[in-house]
């Protein structure tokens, strides 16, 4: 199968409410236009200056999700380019995006990150500090917060990763109920090319995927 084959095959599997994000770090503009013609509308990347330098080159109005770790002093190009952050993860960095974009009078929307695992080494926001920060968000007039995103820690067998995406679910539906008439709640992005199936299982709207799109030789094992 070729990139366009892989993309048809994943589309035609998963729900049609959920969000395709392709992971494109390191894959090149012409890989990234074969996935975009066979129906990649969400293109995800890691690092800002790769994105400038392929964003031009891209041939379909496709949004751009930012998902890498985002740096205080990228964050005015970040809220340029993109059309959605997905790893916030403090309220500093909140009011350094707030205030950019009351430069330009954009509004845009973002997902908090989680540390699932509650891993040391890893970005993204502890469960227990979740509610601080959405409380602290709904103050600023320029970021739409519209929901969670996590990694989950690296595990052998995939199924190990089920239960951090039923955590995060949960933690998700709480704000939910929480903050139902100040926030439009909606999006949780979990899963990648080897966990997607389960993270769709347990709740996904949005799930971001590199390998299983972009590889040959990808063993792709999310059978539905
Ligand atoms: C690379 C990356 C992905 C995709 O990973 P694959 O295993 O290649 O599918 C998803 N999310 C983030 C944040 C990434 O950096």
């Given amino acids: 199968m070729n990139i ?20 494109t770090k390191g894959r090149s503009p012409e890989e990234i236009n074969e996935a975009v013609e066979s129906g990649i509308n969400f293109i995800g990347e890691n ?13 379909k109005d496709v949004k751009w999700h ?4 985002l740096q205080k002093n990228k964050v005015k190009k970040v809220v340029r380019l993109f059309d959605m952050i997905e790893t916030l993860d403090s309220l500093d960095l909140a009011e350094i995006i707030d205030k950019e974009c ?17 891993e040391p080494q890893k970005s993204g926001v502890l469960f227990e500090d979740l509610q601080k920060i959405v409380e602290g968000l ?7 917060v ?9 595990v052998k067998d995939v199924e190990e990763i089920r239960p951090f995406f039923i955590k995060t679910k949960e933690a998700f539906e709480k704000i939910k ?30 799930v971001r995927i590199g390998r299983a ?12």
């Avoid at 930012?66 to 770790?69: A, E, K, M, S």
Wanted: no cysteine.
């Fill in 138 to 144: 709904l103050n600023f007039k320029y970021i739409k």
């Fill in 146 to 154: 519209k929901g969670l995103m996590t990694m989950g820690p690296v």
């Fill in 177 to 206: 109920s929480l903050y139902k008439n100040e926030l439009q709640w909606e999006e949780l992005s979990m899963g990648m090319s080897d966990t997607y199936r389960i993270a769709i299982q347990e709740g996904a709207t949005i």
């Fill in 47 to 59: 690092y800002l200056q790769e994105a400038e330098s392929k964003y031009k080159l891209i041939k």
């Fill in 213 to 224: 799109i972009f590889e040959d030789n990808y063993d792709n094992k999310n059978s539905f």
């Fill in 66 to 69: 930012f998902i890498g770790h």
């Fill in 102 to 118: 009351s430069k330009i009078g954009k509004v845009i929307p973002v997902l908090i990150e989680i540390n699932s695992a509650g």
């Fill in 4 to 23: 366009g084959e892989r993309v048809r095959k994943i589309l035609n599997e998963v729900p049609t409410y959920l969000k395709v994000v392709a992971a």
